[in-house]
Nanobody, 125 residues
Framework: VQLQASGGGLVQAGGSLRLSCAAS????????MAWFRQAPGKERELLSA????????YYGDSVKGRFTISRDNAKNTVYLQMNSLKSEDTAVYFC???????????????????WGQGTQVTVSS
């Protein structure tokens, strides 16, 4: 599977952005999709996850209540709607996939082993 993330940009604090992750190649109902981010000097952070076949969702504590993950199976695209953005949300955002992932809380980021290129999100205060 190949992943293409898009939708990043510059936004003011309090604003919104929607990221998209288009998947091509072989995905199944048991393929898990996730959004990560990495800010300069910080570790990669797992933000949210979903499966093509539906079921549980995962949200990290830092984005719970502000970010929403969704999928459009017909378009093979996963979205991350980001609201109430803060300056600390500034990072490169990545989407990733993993086969047979069980979406639980907590969720191990190492479940996802296929990565797309990142998209930069910059939140100005």
């Amino acid at each position: 599977v190949q992943l293409q993330a898009s939708g990043g940009g510059l936004v003011q604090a309090g604003g919104s952005l929607r990221l998209s992750c288009a998947a091509s190649g072989r995905t199944t109902q048991s393929t898990g999709m996730a959004w990560f981010r990495q800010a300069p000097g910080k570790e990669r952070e797992l933000l949210s996850a979903i499966k093509w076949g539906g079921g549980n969702l995962y949200y990290g504590d830092s984005v719970k209540g502000r970010f929403t993950i969704s999928r459009d199976n017909a378009k093979n695209t996963v979205y991350l709607q980001m609201n109430s953005l803060k300056s600390e949300d500034t990072a490169v955002y990545f989407c990733a996939a993993g086969e047979g992932v069980l979406i639980t809380t907590p969720l191990d980021s190492f479940e996802f082993d296929v990565w797309g290129q990142g998209t930069q999100v910059t939140v100005s205060s």
